[in-house]
């Protein structure tokens, strides 16, 4: 397999938290290969998100499957993920499962009203504020917002993992 036949396996791997491509999510950077040896560079969505350990093992799994004999690294690379990294496929996966992607005015992602109020400071997770649709009812979070900053990139083995 070539590397570009590689990132098109990592980028079908979905995100642990919420059913979209890591493609899609804009969370999958670049995968190259040199000889055995898989990089693949990802960023989270939020430095102290749970899912980076399993999204790793999806990672290795998938690539083992489809490389047996390389090895894969990993490499996080903080700070790099913007909302505006999302796909507009991976938009509209996220408004099917009731978030917003921050960077225009929140509209409900059920009845696309935009009679909402903001319900608190934080939602489910620190990238994520919760609103209120006072249209239809329902809660969703607008996600992409300031606690998805990060710093410099680090490779899943620094510090024993992600955390």
């Known amino acids: 397999m070539n590397a570009d036949q590689l990132a ?7 995100d642990p938290e919420i059913d979209v ?5 804009g969370v999958l ?3 190259s290969l040199a000889g ?10 939020r430095l102290g998100c749970p899912a980076l350990g399993e999204i790793a093992r999806r990672v290795r799994s998938a690539l083992a499957d489809a ?3 390389h090895e894969s690294e990993i490499v996080w690379e903080r700070g790099a993920w913007q909302p505006t990294a999302v796909t ?10 009731g978030y917003q992607v921050a960077g225009a005015a929140p509209r409900c992602p059920y009845c696309g009203g935009e009679d909402v109020v903001r319900a ?3 939602g ?9 649709c006072r249209g239809c009812g329902s809660l969703f979070d607008v996600i992409g917002t300031a606690g998805c900053s990060a710093g410099l990139p680090f490779t899943d083995s620094d510090q024993g993992g992600p955390r």
């Open 67 to 69: 490389a047996p004999g």
């Open 36 to 45: 055995d040896r898989i990089q693949v560079h990802l960023t989270p969505t």
């Open 88 to 97: 507009p496929v991976g938009r509209d996966a996220l408004r099917m499962a």
């Open 124 to 132: 489910g997770a620190v990238c994520k504020v919760p609103y209120d």
């Open 21 to 25: 491509s890591l493609r899609d999510l």
């Open 8 to 14: 098109d396996v990592v980028a079908g791997i979905s």
């Open 120 to 122: 608190g400071r934080f």
């Open 29 to 31: 950077r670049s995968v």
